[in-house]
DNA sequence: GGTCCGTGATGGATGACTTCCACTGCTCCT
DNA sequence: AGGAGCAGTGGAAGTCATCCATCACGGACC
């Protein structure tokens, strides 16, 4: 699970014992960690957004809220659950309009596997069917359904797969091998021809004139763009 | 508030430090003890009904989700958020279906008080609509019923869960695994067939057209959709 | 103790999807 | 202008997920 930490010293949180860090680490979690002063890049975590973000604010519980209103704005982190670990002293201010959890240090692993698992529970239900637009294309990621101007496509999981990794990396040009790894897995042994063939049924279906967002780049791959965007250039 | 305890040795129950029982007297709540063979007036219950119950299940934690199984047909309990005692040992056997929440013991009345403060934000955010409408569907939660175009299905227990649970989530694709983890309980061992069988078995009692709402996503898994939103394909 | 009902498992059939192959057409470089 | 290489096209075969029929098990109820 990939896990995003604000805390007080990323570089030693780890080593602490019965540290959310520490037991997060015990429990596999990938776990990046940051400071209270958030310096980290927004474009890495577009890329690779966390599924949970966990708050070590322990007796800084307003400096805690004041960040994660901050990262509440942030597009990659909307929707992201959030537990908050606090001392015992601290519990009485507690906000629980961010509709989160918290949890007590020093941190019990297994309560806190509980809680996420809590989480997990709660928040599946939650998670906002998010929809990802490109000009004329919406795509709902959750639903497994993408339109054109309001006309469902109908298409195969691994058109979808396909059309969806390109509409969330819009703008780049993808090789052959990258589509295939992103798209189809790491493991994927086979031609890159593959990656064409899906690409001309993806066209066909998308129709004229939203088969044109699909960019073939000669030598290179793929790309697709916003073709209000790309009209001015 | 008036707390419901269910608790081993209900008369000893409060004197026992660092247990749920004392942290609710400490609290101040206005609580009412019994054992899990529930030895209450029904009635008595039906005219001062409780706004919590507080399961102090320790180490018996199947014997609790037992008598929670119980309370939860009593209408004077319908919606009233839960509360679950736990030890550290016995977290990993906790089932978030059937309780709202959970805490350690030994019990900081600190926590407990966040964690009531916690709920009562949480349903008083969510005031249980215990009606659900989708299309032609409808579904009784708190009545145990469903109906299409007022024709009311004889389905059985496991066949309405799924049904409750794709419909309160509808729109999206749930896989094998989710369903059974979230309508089966995550403890679930078993082949994930099972959700084909139980889909299919409920098509057929929907009937046509309604049958259609439930929607194969190949590679994926279900979902339930709503007949006008899919109209527009 | 027998029967019915709810639940989940198994194996085969079906049909859709993915992939590969051979060919054609196009683009860019020389 | 010619050629090499890359991308698009059509068809065909293999694979795999889903669906379906049937059966086995366990508990509830009579």
């Known amino acids: 699970m990939k896990v995003l930490l604000i805390t007080l010293e990323p570089e030693r949180a780890a080593s602490e014992p019965e540290s959310p860090a520490a037991a997060l680490r015990d429990l596999g979690c990938d776990v990046r960690a940051f400071g209270f002063d958030l310096g980290f890049d927004e474009d890495d975590l577009s890329k690779d957004p966390p599924q949970l973000l966990v708050l070590d604010a322990r007796e800084r519980l307003e400096m805690a809220y004041s960040t994660l209103k901050t990262l509440r704005d942030l597009p990659p982190l909307q929707g992201t659950p959030v537990i908050v670990a606090v001392t015992t002293q601290r519990l009485s201010s507690l906000d629980f309009r961010a509709g989160d959890d918290f949890i007590l240090v020093p941190v019990v692993p297994a309560e806190l596997y509980a809680r996420l698992r ?8 939650f998670s906002a069917a998010d929809r990802v637009k490109v ?7 959750s639903g497994y359904e993408a339109f054109v101007r309001d006309r469902k496509l109908d298409l195969t999981h691994q058109e979808f797969e396909l059309l969806k990794f390109l509409a969330q990396n819009r703008g780049k040009v ?3 091998e990258q589509l295939l ?8 042994f086979g031609g890159t021809r593959t990656v064409d063939i899906h690409v001309r049924r993806l066209r066909a279906k998308l129709g004229s004139p939203a088969d044109a967002m699909i960019e073939t780049v000669r030598n290179v791959g793929y790309k697709l763009v916003d073709p209000i965007v790309g009209a001015r250039g």
């Open 118 to 125: 809590q989480l997990d529970w709660r928040f599946a239900a």
């Open 135 to 141: 000009g004329d294309l919406e795509i709902d990621t």
């Open 174 to 176: 993808w090789t052959r």
């Open 181 to 188: 790894s992103k798209v189809w897995g790491y493991r994927y």
